[in-house]
């Protein structure tokens, strides 16, 4: 089993378009990864990341530190790359809208 534990860098936390960005790249990994919010250094129930909705459910806001994990083939490398998402703010991403859309 790898693990790795991360804060959460997106400005609104893993809600709505963070967590359909992280939900998309973890289907996409080799691996299943299992993420948990992390509460006094524990972790607490894992969800898949493949689920927006399970990564909303577990209120992880900005700022808290979350534990991503998986095991068999390609955990490792699948945990890094959501890592990296979980890491990044991804609400300050989104692109500019064209004036008038």
């Known amino acids: 089993m790898y693990r790795r534990r991360v804060v959460v860098a997106s400005t609104v936390g893993l809600h709505a378009r963070p967590a359909g960005l992280i939900a998309k790249a973890a289907a996409e990994q080799p691996a299943t990864v299992r993420i948990a919010r992390v509460v006094d250094g524990r972790a607490g129930d894992e969800v898949?990341?493949?689920?927006?909705?399970?990564?909303?459910?577990?209120?992880?806001?900005?700022?808290?530190?979350?534990?991503l994990s998986a095991a068999g083939a390609g955990a490792e490398p699948s945990v890094d790359a959501l890592a990296v998402l979980v890491g990044t703010d991804l609400d300050a991403e989104q692109p500019a809208r064209a004036a008038g859309h």
């Open 48 to 67: 898949d990341a493949s689920s927006v909705l399970g990564l909303m459910t577990l209120g992880a806001r900005h700022g808290d530190e979350v534990e």
